[in-house]
């Protein structure tokens, strides 16, 4: 099995670029006994069948994406990927120019400090708490496809409605649907 087996073409009209008005009221496609159905979200606990197994993520979204600029005034996207302690995370990044170890990002009110780069990964230190920063400066990561800047809308409506403990960096999307 190739990674290429799962490429398909999927029509820019067919993306949507924002959430059903009602979660409940998404389309569901089933795949049960050898055929495929179109269902909405509501008709869930109709389809499920004894033995089946649901697992909520109740990991609530943080906003993770920030946006700052280096000492040369070159602007600088990070979007934090894991938080590795009170004061540090790890991040991709995006900029004219990779930053340097020892080099700073800053924004209004507060910045960090970039200690290294691991791959794809910087590993940063930030002035205060990574969760206190982002509560504050952050904004929510829509993905890519979205193609659009979030909306405060989104804060709400990318968050399942039993999201608890603040630490997804993307919104757990099979739980979006629940009401």
Known sequence: MHLSDFDFELPDELIARAPAHSRSASRLMVPRHGETGHYRFADLPDLLEPGDLLIMNDSR???ARLRGHKASGGAVEILVERITGPDEALAMMRSSKPPRA???IAWPGGGCTVLARHDTFWHLRFDEAVLDVL????ELPLPPYMDRTAGPEDETRYQTTYAREPG???APTAGLHFD
């Open 61 to 63: 979204v943080i906003k």
């Open 135 to 138: 509560d504050r400066h952050g």
């Open 102 to 104: 020892g080099s700073r």
């Open 168 to 170: 997804s960096v993307a």
